[in-house]
């Protein structure tokens, strides 16, 4: 072999694909008993006890249990110690495989190369000719390349928007994406071959679509939680200093609901958003923030102190939707019908309550 490897690797790697399993049987077992993700992932990074990023590699003591462990790994830092690529937790990589439905000649478009991993496990399963991947990170896109050679794996891998798509391969069977996305791009969907599925990252959800005509399809989410980078696109930051210069209102909900049961429907009713949080010296949780793309800024504190600035109310949205949803949803009773003009997610059927998706990803 040309990649560090030994019995232990093997080892590891067998029994991330039996744990996996858990007992069951999957398609994407072998995949995942072949496929050595530690060529993939040949340095992650983890935060100190001060929130720095430290850098593991092969060498470092927990590298290979961290490795082959059912987790998310963060794969690269930028220079302001925001995360900006990762290697994906296996079992939602495993759900969203099976959820692809992919037959044997069936032409793979997925969004978000990344480390390579997704694509080699797809390489492996249908063959590289099949599979066809874009990332707009070109450093990204060397990088997963090398690590396909190393194990014999050569799909298509461009460097490109993956909102774009790749229409020199097109049509495409089934579409896949690694990274979280605020709606269906256009463009995908054009590409798509009639019948095709999409299984793509929506909010702190998964959509499984199937295309029923150009520019439409219709589908629901997978029961699945689910946290993705988000595509990389411009945005406002969150305004804090003028959200803090804002008058108070009260609101009786209390924040801890946006971080908990709320999460996911937020999500959909607020694509793209942001959340944070302060804590008090004892660790108790006092104020939670939020922020959108276009710059709209909310922060809530425990005491019912709530302050909002920007083109949205952030706030009032999440009100509304305690208003709507007793407890958590299921993610599995929200639906979503794609139309070339129109995106829409509604909860237990068309006349429950909806949400349109922004016209642009």
């Avoid at 791009?185 to 499984?208: D, F, S, T, W």
């Avoid at 923030?289 to 949205?312: E, F, I, K, Y």
């Amino acid at each position: 072999m040309t990649w560090p490897d030994n019995g232990a690797s093997a080892a590891a790697r067998h029994r991330m694909a039996a744990d996996l399993a858990g007992g069951g049987w999957s398609e994407w077992i072998d995949a995942f008993t072949a496929v050595p993700r530690h060529v993939f992932v040949p340095r992650f990074y983890r935060q100190d006890t001060a929130g720095a990023w430290q850098s593991v590699t092969w060498e470092e003591p927990g590298y290979l249990e961290a490795v082959y462990s059912d987790d998310a790994l963060t794969t690269q830092v930028d220079d302001h110690g925001v995360p900006t690529s990762s290697s994906s937790q296996p079992s939602v990589m495993l759900r969203m495989l099976e959820a692809l439905g992919a037959d044997g000649g069936d032409q793979v478009l997925e969004l978000g190369t990344g480390t390579g991993y997704n694509a080699a496990l797809l390489a492996h399963r249908h063959g590289a000719s099949h599979v066809t991947s874009v990332d707009i990170d070109t450093g990204l896109v060397e990088a997963a390349v090398r690590h396909l050679d190393t194990v014999g794996l050569q799909p298509t891998v461009v460097a490109g928007d993956g909102a774009q798509g790749c229409p020199s391969r097109a049509p495409y069977d089934r579409v896949i994406a690694t990274v979280a996305l605020r709606m269906i791009p256009q463009p995908l969907l054009r590409q798509a071959a009639p019948g095709a599925v999409i299984v793509v990252p929506l909010g702190y959800g998964l959509a499984r679509l199937t295309v029923t005509g150009p520019g439409h399809a219709v589908g629901s989410f997978l029961d699945t939680p689910a946290f993705f980078m988000a595509r990389r696109a411009d945005g406002e930051p969150p305004q804090f200093e003028e959200v803090a210069r804002q008058p108070t209102t009260i609101s009786r909900m209390p924040p801890a609901d946006l971080l908990g049961r709320l999460k996911f429907p937020a999500s959909v009713a607020l694509p793209g958003y942001h959340s944070c949080s302060w804590n008090s010296a004892e660790g108790e949780l006092e104020t939670v923030g939020l922020w959108t793309p276009d710059g709209s800024t909310a922060t809530a504190h425990v005491s019912g102190a709530v302050r909002q600035c920007g083109p949205q109310r952030l706030w009032d949205t999440v009100e509304s939707l305690a208003e709507v949803f007793d407890g958590e949803p299921a993610r599995e009773d929200f639906r979503l019908i794609v139309t070339p003009t129109r995106q829409v997610v509604s909860y237990k059927g068309p006349d429950g309550p909806n949400w349109e998706l922004p016209p642009s990803p």
